[in-house]
């Protein structure tokens, strides 16, 4: 697809569960980006890749947020022993490059998001 | 500690006339502005920017001020249509690899 496509879309699970996102971004862009939007919240940044490795994890709220990128290209991320407090629209990113775009200038191309509800 | 603040959460505007978004920041190192647009179920996609170095950016409809010295931007719609009704959310970055952080966004209402 030409866009930032997340899966899935929606996501109900029970506190102490595993969970995976994925998110597979625009073809050639090489940056990728995960946020989180809780209610009433604006985007909040969780981390950041350039190509396979995270340059940037310093958003991850705990140890139980995790996320990979093997190929540099889909990114999965992982979430242990869900709280209540983890439900909120995890939002993926991407930008061609950090230096053209992304982290560098801030224009993202945003996913629909995963909704993740933890009951 | 919002470093980038969006104090009115809703808008309503009737079409044809001018909307305005606000957006305080506290970050003094802040050097990079964007507005992003939102619509119901779908991600946030990029609306206009402005670097530090400038005061105003114009885009079509669409023209972002920067007021330094009072860490404030607006976003201006002039005229306001419908379609313009979404979520607005500024963000700012601080200069380099860094990344974004969001304001809490404000509900534009434009009422035909």
């Known amino acids: 697809g030409a866009g930032v496509s997340q899966t899935p879309s929606n996501k109900v699970t029970e506190k102490g569960k595993y969970v995976e996102l994925r998110c597979d971004p625009i073809?050639?862009?090489?940056?990728l980006y995960w946020y989180r939007q809780s209610l009433g919240q604006g985007p909040e940044f969780l981390i950041y890749f350039q190509g396979t490795g995270a340059a940037d994890d310093s958003g991850l709220p705990n140890d139980r947020f995790f996320a990979v990128r093997p190929e540099g290209s889909v990114s999965t991320l992982k979430i242990q022993r869900t709280e209540r407090g983890d439900s909120a629209v995890y939002l993926c990113a991407s930008s061609l490059t950090a230096a053209s775009g992304g982290h560098n200038t801030g224009e993202l191309f945003f996913g629909e998001g995963s909704r993740l509800t933890v009951l | 500690d919002q470093q980038v603040k969006q104090n009115s959460p809703s808008l309503s505007v009737q079409e044809g006339r001018i909307s305005i978004l606000n957006c305080d920041y506290t970050n003094s190192m802040f050097d990079y502005f964007l507005w992003y647009k939102k619509y119901p179920a779908e991600g946030p996609t990029f609306l206009i920017s402005i670097s530090s170095i400038k005061d105003k950016n114009e885009d079509g409809r669409f023209t972002v001020f920067l007021n330094k010295s009072a860490k404030h931007l607006s976003l201006h719609i002039v005229p306001s249509q419908p379609g313009d009704s979404a979520v607005y959310f500024c963000?700012?970055?601080?200069?380099?690899?860094?990344?974004?952080?969001f304001g809490k966004g404000t509900r534009l209402s434009v009422i035909a």
């Open positions: 073809s050639g862009h090489t940056a």
């Open positions: 963000a700012a970055k601080v200069k380099g690899n860094t990344p974004l952080v």
